[in-house]
């Protein structure tokens, strides 16, 4: 969706309730995604997802046209949201559960590679975490991500690039103690 685009529905969401059923039908899956990716639990993403649109419905009217892709504003709610789930549950997401599952050996080596991501992921700061996150598992645009962080587009691409390298340390560290 383009800005012109979103400041319509930006908009019709501030007009009424079915420009704000618009919205959420615009965007809806992704924060959805963004929180499953976050906590590990369908249940748990739903709920987060339900209460960003809620706080977003509450929230909508003091919005201002910046220029700036709605999602963003919805990832920074959901971002506050996932934090009030871990601060209640003061646990990990359970990573071992999608261990469980895996039957075949194919399957069982993926679930290892995207064991060793995640915990590569764990290793680093939030921040690095959060933009390979973000273009990655929540396949944002580099605008999106520049609205998100509050940052050009440049800025975003020189963080990304910076974090991917620290990762691939890790995970190259990592694979040598196999070794």
Same mark, same amino acid.
């Given at each position: 969706?383009?800005?012109?685009?979103?400041?319509? /529905?930006?908009?019709?969401?501030?007009?009424?309730?079915?420009?704000?059923?618009?919205?959420?039908?615009?965007?809806?899956?992704? !924060?959805? =995604?963004?929180?499953?990716?976050?906590?590990?639990? $369908?249940?748990?993403?739903?709920?987060?997802?339900?209460?960003?649109?809620?706080?977003?419905?509450?929230?909508?009217?003091?919005?201002? &046209?910046?220029? $700036?892709?709605? !999602?963003? &504003? /919805?990832?920074?709610?959901?971002?506050?949201?996932?934090?009030?789930?871990?601060?209640?549950?003061?646990?990990? =997401?359970?990573?071992?559960?999608?261990?469980?599952?895996? =039957?075949?050996?194919?399957?069982?080596?993926?679930?290892?590679?995207?064991?060793?991501?995640?915990?590569?992921?764990?290793?680093?700061?939030?921040?690095?975490?959060?933009?390979?996150?973000?273009?990655?598992?929540?396949?944002?645009?580099? #605008?999106?991500?520049?609205?998100?962080?509050?940052?050009?587009?440049?800025?975003?691409?020189? $963080?990304?690039?910076?974090?991917?390298?620290?990762? $691939? #340390?890790?995970?190259?560290?990592?694979?040598?103690?196999?070794?």
């Amino acid at each position: 969706m383009n800005l012109a685009e979103e400041r319509k /529905l930006l908009a019709r969401a501030q007009a009424g309730p079915d420009g704000f059923g618009d919205l959420f039908d615009a965007h809806y899956e992704r !924060i959805y =995604a963004y929180a499953y990716r976050r906590v590990g639990s $369908r249940p748990a993403a739903e709920d987060i997802a339900a209460c960003t649109f809620e706080d977003a419905l509450r929230g909508i009217q003091r919005v201002r &046209w910046r220029g $700036r892709p709605i !999602i963003a &504003w /919805l990832y920074r709610i959901a971002s506050r949201r996932v934090a009030d789930y871990y601060r209640q549950a003061k646990e990990d =997401a359970p990573l071992e559960a999608e261990l469980v599952g895996a =039957a075949d050996d194919g399957a069982l080596e993926q679930a290892e590679r995207q064991a060793a991501v995640r915990a590569g992921l764990g290793k680093l700061n939030p921040t690095d975490r959060e933009i390979i996150q973000l273009a990655y598992f929540d396949e944002c645009e580099t #605008a999106e991500i520049a609205a998100l962080l509050n940052c050009t587009a440049n800025v975003v691409y020189v $963080r990304l690039h910076r974090a991917l390298r620290k990762l $691939r #340390a890790i995970l190259q560290g990592a694979n040598d103690e196999m070794e």
